[in-house]
């Protein structure tokens, strides 16, 4: 159920989009403790933004899993920032993450919810 949607201003390959996604999806198990049978990933690049008064490369970040913690919040947010830098050469000053911890029984799957 952890689910990442990165929105960014630089543009990205299909090849860079794919190992993006398979980069996220282990992240996000590895981070949560989570089966990643049940982790999504979205990624939209070449998106119009502007953070700080500039156009430089940035990224937004919406972050949502049952049960996240502020622990695993602020490892994630390292976590993501150093992915980023290092594959689309964000600093880590120009992302922004939201992270929402979402109750179980708001979260819908396979016809039911989890709670």
């Not at 390292?78 to 922004?96: G, H, W």
């Amino acid at each position: 159920m952890p689910f990442l949607k990165l929105t960014t201003n630089v543009t990205i390959s299909e090849q860079q989009s794919s190992q993006l996604l398979t980069d996220f999806s282990k992240l996000l198990a590895a981070e949560t403790g989570k089966s990643e049978n049940y982790v999504m990933a979205e990624l939209t690049g070449g998106k119009n933004m502007i953070f700080a008064g500039s156009q430089d490369p940035q990224a937004f970040i919406e972050c949502k899993s049952i049960g996240l913690s502020t622990t695993q919040a602020k490892s994630l947010s390292a976590s993501i920032s150093q992915l980023l830098e290092k594959k689309l050469q964000i600093n880590p000053q120009r992302i922004y993450i939201e992270f929402m911890n979402c109750p179980a029984e708001y979260w819908g799957w396979n016809g039911s919810t989890f709670g």
